[in-house]
């Protein structure tokens, strides 16, 4: 069995898209992104679809991190700043949980701090076991 630490790094996508796994505990994930040409649209701003999937994944690592499988059920976002270039950080927290929900907040922010999204997301907690090494 993986560690939960592999489990997190085997992501194909998030590899696909430059995202770096910061740290995690149960509960609680930073993940960073340097804005690439890539990540920008047609108006030269970063791609929501590219902030999304920076807090989706520090919102799934948060979520897994107690070692159980957990998905998510219901997500939204808001986009509050636009930028277009550095380095983005999501921070991931754990507001509730029970054996079966719980819910995160995940603040995108920028280099200098400010805020650019706030993601709101409920997972469903399987019965899944992901890795043996967490407590």
Do not use: W
Request: glycine share 10%.
């Amino acid at each position: 069995m993986k560690t939960i630490t592999e489990f997190f790094h085997s992501d194909q996508f998030v590899h696909h898209c430059g995202i770096e796994l910061v740290s995690h505990q149960p509960g609680h994930a930073v993940a960073r992104l340097a804005v690439q040409p890539l990540h920008l649209n047609a108006l030269g701003i970063v791609q929501g679809g590219a902030i999304f999937t920076l807090a989706d994944y520090a919102f799934g690592v948060a979520s897994n991190g107690h070692g159980t499988a957990a998905v998510g059920i219901n997500v939204s976002i808001t986009y509050l700043k636009a930028t277009t270039s550095g380095t983005l950080t999501a921070e991931a927290r754990e507001l509730s949980l029970n054996p079966k929900l719980g819910s995160y907040t995940v603040n995108v922010t920028d280099e200098s701090g400010a805020l650019v999204a706030i993601f709101q997301g409920l997972a469903y907690r399987k019965k899944q076991v992901l890795a043996d090494d967490v407590k």
